[in-house]
């Protein structure tokens, strides 16, 4: 059973950084992709960025692009996101997300492509 445990949230001004990082253990042969995703109040869960495993091809949302960065540590089993130039509207509860398989019925967006789930991490950036 794979589990997913988030670390790295907190409370930042407006335009400092963070590094959050989800660490996966538990049957972790087989990882096609990791993502992280951010849910804000009273709003749906977002896909931010993402990550395959083998070949590191990556994802954006349009939100974020410039200021993020997700990378791996394939031997740690290890997905970061480097969050830069933080802004009031990046406060949300961020989740990490392991999709085992490429086959999948759903877009990369779509909560359900995904098979585990962290625990989240809270992001506060005041301004």
């Known amino acids: 059973q794979v589990q997913l445990v988030e670390s790295g949230g907190g409370l930042v001004q407006a335009g400092g950084s963070l590094r959050l990082s989800c660490a996966a253990s538990g049957g972790t042969c087989n990882i096609y992709a990791m993502a992280w995703f951010r849910q804000a109040p009273g709003k749906d869960r977002e896909l931010v960025a993402r990550s395959t495993w083998s070949r590191g091809t990556t994802y954006y949302a349009d939100a974020v692009k410039g200021r993020f960065t997700i990378s791996t540590d394939n031997a740690k089993n290890t997905v970061y996101l480097q969050m830069n130039s933080l802004e009031p509207e990046d406060t949300a509860v961020y989740y990490c997300?392991?999709?085992?398989?490429?086959?999948?019925?759903?877009?990369?967006?779509?909560?359900?492509?995904?098979?585990?789930w962290g625990q989240g991490t809270q992001v506060t950036v005041s301004s």
């Open positions: 997300a392991l999709q085992r398989s490429a086959r999948t019925l759903y877009s990369i967006y779509h909560l359900s492509t995904y098979d585990t």
